[in-house]
């Protein structure tokens, strides 16, 4: 069973467009907070995605709004 103790701390950049992304999500779903909401939403993206990793795959490769899919957050 997990532990309520957050010991450790993550520190993740976002631009403005990717923060207001999570928070509007954040406040449509009612989530206490923004650390709440991001751990969800992780959360719901481990379970979603079961995709091999390329090992060429840079971090800046990784965004949560995209100019090229408009249907994705």
Do not use: C, H, Y
Request: cysteine-free.
């Amino acid at each position: 069973m997990p532990s309520n103790t957050r010991e450790t701390r993550v520190q993740i950049m976002f631009d403005e467009e990717e923060l207001a992304a999570i928070d509007d999500w954040r406040f449509s779903q009612r989530m206490p907070s923004r650390a709440a909401a991001v751990r969800k939403l992780l959360r719901l993206g481990m379970q979603a995605a079961k995709l091999p990793m390329d090992p060429k795959t840079r971090s800046k490769d990784f965004g949560i709004v995209r100019d090229d899919d408009p249907d994705e957050i």
